[in-house]
């Protein structure tokens, strides 16, 4: 055989798809049911399992006495959001697989800007280790210590993007119910306003997204059940 029929042969056998790309929708769906279900095991251990018991807002002397005592349960709650932090990665990376059928563009669209926020949301933790390292000033390590909750919940206004995307996504995917899509793109809008009132409003607490988290719920429970039954290739 010469080169050209070589070439020519290599050229008309499609590239094999490598990584995240290559799983098959069922896969895709179960990789990302299982990060998801850990993400809100571990998320919920690390902030209202760590975090808030020992980070009391304006009380820095209190907050210094509760971290030095228990710096294994702190940093244990830091752990806990790094693992976060890597699988919003992964379910990124899967979620995109899923729905790439769909809309490759806003499917790749939703995967990046979740990969950003967990990024963002590296970059806040890393606030938590500044603080600790300045507890001997508690004064000063409560503003760094604060600051993780502020830069969460603002680049969770990326999350909530990404949210609106996969919801819009999922209404029109076909292969899953529409109201999740719908309950999705509530989910989203809630972090997108706890975001905005973060940003613009004096003295703002996030409220909207723990009150409209059901979509995320909803979505974790049809990945790990309904999945199975989607394609094995």
Same mark, same amino acid.
């Given at each position: 055989?010469? &080169?050209?029929?070589?070439?020519?042969? %290599?050229?008309?056998?499609?590239?094999?798809? $490598?990584?995240?790309?290559?799983?098959?929708?069922?896969?895709?769906?179960?990789? @990302?049911?299982?990060?998801?279900?850990? $993400?809100? =095991?571990?998320?919920?251990?690390?902030?209202?399992?760590?975090?808030?018991?020992?980070?009391?807002?304006?009380?820095?002397?209190?907050?210094?006495?509760?971290?030095?005592?228990?710096?294994?349960?702190?940093?244990?709650?830091?752990?806990?959001?790094?693992?976060?932090?890597?699988?919003?990665?992964?379910?990124?990376?899967?979620?995109?697989?899923?729905?790439?059928?769909?809309?490759?563009?806003?499917?790749?669209?939703?995967?990046?800007? %979740?990969?950003?926020? !967990?990024?963002?949301?590296?970059? @806040?933790?890393? %606030?938590?280790?500044?603080?600790?390292? $300045?507890?001997?000033?508690?004064?000063?390590?409560?503003?760094?210590?604060?600051?993780? #909750? #502020?830069?969460?919940?603002?680049?969770?206004?990326?999350?909530?993007?990404?949210?609106?995307?996969?919801?819009?996504?999922?209404? %029109?995917?076909?292969?899953?119910?529409?109201?999740?899509?719908?309950?999705?793109?509530? !989910?989203?809008?809630?972090?997108?306003?706890?975001? =905005?009132g973060m940003v613009f409003v004096a003295g703002f607490t996030a409220v909207f997204a723990q009150f409209l988290f059901v979509g995320e719920v909803t979505m974790i429970f049809w990945l790990l059940i309904r999945g199975?039954?989607? @394609?094995? &290739?």
């Amino acid at each position: 055989m010469n &080169h050209s029929t070589l070439d020519s042969t %290599r050229a008309a056998v499609p590239p094999t798809p $490598m990584g995240f790309t290559a799983w098959s929708p069922r896969t895709a769906a179960l990789v @990302a049911g299982v990060a998801l279900a850990l $993400m809100a =095991v571990l998320g919920g251990f690390g902030n209202f399992g760590a975090l808030v018991p020992l980070v009391i807002p304006g009380d820095a002397v209190e907050t210094a006495r509760n971290i030095s005592g228990s710096p294994l349960l702190f940093f244990s709650g830091v752990a806990s959001f790094v693992v976060v932090a890597l699988l919003d990665i992964i379910v990124a990376g899967a979620l995109y697989t899923l729905f790439k059928p769909v809309s490759r563009r806003l499917s790749a669209a939703a995967a990046w800007i %979740r990969t950003v926020y !967990a990024v963002l949301l590296l970059v @806040a933790i890393s %606030r938590l280790v500044v603080g600790f390292s $300045m507890l001997g000033d508690p004064e000063t390590a409560l503003p760094v210590l604060e600051s993780f #909750t #502020t830069i969460w919940v603002i680049s969770l206004g990326l999350f909530g993007a990404s949210l609106l995307l996969v919801g819009y996504l999922a209404f %029109r995917a076909g292969f899953m119910a529409k109201v999740v899509g719908i309950l999705l793109a509530v !989910a989203g809008a809630g972090y997108l306003a706890d975001a =905005v009132g973060m940003v613009f409003v004096a003295g703002f607490t996030a409220v909207f997204a723990q009150f409209l988290f059901v979509g995320e719920v909803t979505m974790i429970f049809w990945l790990l059940i309904r999945g199975r039954r989607l @394609a094995a &290739h």
